[in-house]
């Protein structure tokens, strides 16, 4: 696991000398940070290949064919950057980010997943109409693994 004082210390790193991305890897873990316009750094960690091998890409989790229909053709899917639990709400008492037939747009919060005891909002990178959600609130969600499915505008 890494240490969070590593962590600030990179993120601060990356603020003082203007880096939008930093990538980490060992033969233990895999860390990368990202960080926006003007947004709070947005931070993924992810197991190093077990052969001691440098990954060149972070794996993702096997499409599920079972699930796949002729109408989801051409739809997008968001993923979870990271191992965590899904939520649909920022609380108990807010109401949901998204549901079928919302509209989103790049940078736009559609659910928080959290890991660690740390709520990270995920936010789409593309712009559509949400066609289906294919997790449910309180779901253990893996990397890469798919949440949500658009159709892009």
């Known amino acids: 696991m890494i240490d969070t004082r590593k962590l600030k210390e990179l993120v601060r790193l990356m603020v003082e000398n203007e880096l939008s991305e930093l990538d980490l890897r060992d ?6 940070i990202k960080r926006g316009s003007g947004d709070a750094p947005v931070v993924y960690t992810a197991p190093a290949a077990s052969n001691g091998a440098v990954a060149a890409a972070p794996a993702t989790a096997p499409a599920d064919s079972a699930g796949a229909s002729p109408a ?7 993923e979870s950057p990271m191992v965590g639990t899904y939520y649909s709400k920022p609380n108990p008492d807010a109401d949901v980010y998204i549901t079928p037939g919302s509209s989103v747009s790049p940078g736009s919060v559609v659910c928080i997943v959290e890991a660690m005891k740390v709520f990270n909002e995920i936010k789409s990178e593309i712009a559509g109409s949400v066609e289906r959600i294919l997790v449910q609130d309180g779901d253990a969600v893996e990397f890469g693994q798919k949440l949500f499915l658009v159709r892009p505008s």
Request: proline share 0%; aromatic share 0%.
């Open 27 to 32: 033969k233990d873990e895999t860390v990368t």
């Open 72 to 78: 989801d053709e051409g739809l997008i899917a968001i």
